[in-house]
């Protein structure tokens, strides 16, 4: 079992910038590759963005490419999301997921989930 928690969400103004984190447990969390995905009010999970085990790839939904970075750092068992130039459209509640092969942007493919993170943004 991997138990993911994540931290970081709040409520931010249009233009603005938030830095997720997810603290896994119970496995060996470099042998996983994972991801984030969100949840905004009345729509499906979305992938948003996902690394490899060593942190050597990276993936990114088109919609957020160019304004959010994963990375990862396996002596904390940590993996973060900093997210900038944040919009409303990304309101939503952040999820973390691991995953013990390669990333993918399925949610169906990821093994364990954290609880999430209320992320909004303000116009």
């Known amino acids: 079992q991997v138990q993911l928690v994540e931290s970081g969400g709040g409520l931010v103004q249009a233009g603005g910038s938030l830095r997720l984190s997810c603290v896994a447990s119970g496995r060996t969390f470099s042998n996983y590759a994972m991801g984030w995905f969100r949840q905004a009010p009345g729509k499906d999970r979305e992938f948003v963005a996902a690394?490899?085990?060593?942190?050597?790839?990276?993936y990114y939904a088109d919609s957020v490419k160019a304004r959010f970075t994963i990375s990862r750092d396996n002596a904390k068992n940590t993996v973060y999301l900093q997210m900038n130039s944040l919009k409303p459209e990304d309101t939503a509640v952040y999820y973390c997921a691991a995953r013990r092969y390669t990333y993918s942007r399925s949610t169906q493919a990821y093994d364990y989930w954290g609880q999430g993170t209320q992320v909004t943004v303000s116009s």
């Open positions: 690394i490899s085990q060593t942190g050597g790839s990276t």
